[in-house]
């Protein structure tokens, strides 16, 4: 493998539904081990939530919740208060733990077409929350401590779930890591879908959900299955899904998709994602994400800084004149903006333009006097000095 995000819970859709399920809300003091859980839960939350890693966004956070409300109506437990928190990282994941706190990736966010593609990543993680999964999963490991921590010493070497696996326990491993057994797995997809088509969504964008996992899954080079062997792959899942659309929903002529509220809900996270795609060295998918945010706000100076910004640092052949073009539609969308004025500098003053380089990095320092990298600029202003012709 090259690389891995923390494994995707959309896992599998083979087995049967389990018919026993029992709301969460019910009988919660009825045994000492889901106490003990309940009390790991808060400890992990309060690790992430002081992390830095959360995207702050009541607004969003309140359009999510909405969306889980119209889906909660139909579920076995309706009055489970639900929370929906958003996590800064690229990666196509989402996790759910038994007290009813979901956490979103941006990544995921970000890849999406519509609502209902985002109804169907919430109604399966509503469902491990109402169904008890988590409970049920921990208690059929026999060598939990062992298992942990072979888990978590495996995430350790790899960089790109660090920041987020560092800071969960067993509870949060279970969920995020792991997934859950193939039966368990199974009836979150199916409870899922039946939830979007009862809420009135089209549950054929769950096809597509899992196309973009599919997707991710050739971008980041991931073979074969995750951590557990009983994991089946994205294509498994998206065939039985299609089976049981062929048995059990035919109507989607009223069924939902709101694409329009859904882009305008988003606008924020995409560019913030394509940014964080960017940090990470995956210049193509930040490319793709801000090609789609251009879509809906074709003249926003900060995407065609960005756009810049990708070409400059992936530094490619033709990379450095597109780079160019990029900052000066930037500029000229927004003059004021300092960002693009800085990187054309830096563009010039690399090729050795150093007065061209000179006259953008007052022009940023003008904008901006208090940018936190006002110091290092200062000191390619000094070597900005004229030294001979430049071309």
């Not at 889980?68 to 076995?76: D, E, G, P, T, Y």
């Not at 810049?308 to 903006?337: C, H, T």
């Not at 007065?355 to 990298?373: G, I, M, R, T, V």
């Amino acid at each position: 493998m090259k690389t891995i995000s923390i494994i995707f819970i959309l896992c599998t859709l083979v087995g049967c539904i389990t018919s026993q399920a029992i709301p969460v809300n019910d009988a919660l003091n009825s045994a000492e081990d889901e106490r003990r859980l309940w009390e790991q839960v808060k400890v992990e939350q309060d690790a992430i939530d002081n992390s830095g890693l959360l995207y702050p966004d009541p607004q969003l956070e309140s359009y999510l919740y909405r969306i889980v409300k119209k889906l909660q109506a139909h579920s076995i437990a309706p009055d489970l208060h639900i929370r929906i928190k958003v996590l800064k990282d690229p990666h196509l994941n989402a996790f759910a733990y038994p007290n009813g706190v979901i956490y979103v990736h941006t990544g995921i966010l970000a890849r999406m077409d519509n609502e209902a593609q985002l109804a169907a990543l919430l109604a399966h993680e509503m469902t491990h929350c109402t169904h008890r999964h988590s409970l049920r999963v921990i208690r059929s490991i026999k060598d939990r401590p062992a298992g942990i921590a072979a888990v978590q010493n495996t995430l350790a070497k790899i960089s790109a779930v660090q920041e987020v696996a560092r800071l969960l326990g067993a509870a949060g491993l279970t969920v995020a890591v792991s997934g859950y057994s193939r039966s368990l797995e199974t009836e979150a997809d199916l409870v899922g879908l039946d939830l979007m088509s009862k809420a009135d969504y089209d549950p054929y964008e769950a096809l597509e959900l899992f196309k973009h996992l599919r997707q991710e899954i050739e971008d980041e080079g991931i073979e074969g299955s995750y951590f557990f062997s009983s994991h089946p792959n994205v294509q498994q899942r998206i065939d039985n899904a299609r089976n049981w659309l062929a048995e059990n929903h035919t109507d989607r002529q009223s069924a939902q998709i709101n694409t329009a509220e859904f882009q305008s809900r988003l606008q924020r996270v995409i560019l913030t994602n394509a940014r964080l795609d960017l940090r990470r060295g995956r210049f193509d998918l930040a490319q793709k994400t801000v090609a789609k945010y251009l879509k809906v706000k074709p003249d926003d100076a900060r995407a065609y800084y960005l756009l810049g910004e990708i070409s400059r640092q992936r530094d490619d052949q033709d990379d450095a004149r597109s780079a160019v073009s990029y900052f000066e539609k930037a500029i000229l969308l927004d003059p004021n903006y300092p960002e693009p004025h800085r990187a054309m500098g830096l563009i010039h003053y690399k090729v050795g333009k150093k007065q061209l380089a000179k006259k953008y990095f007052e022009s940023c320092l003008l904008l901006s006097p208090n940018a936190s990298d006002r110091a290092y600029i200062r000191d390619y202003l000094k070597n900005c000095q004229p030294s001979g012709e430049e071309s």
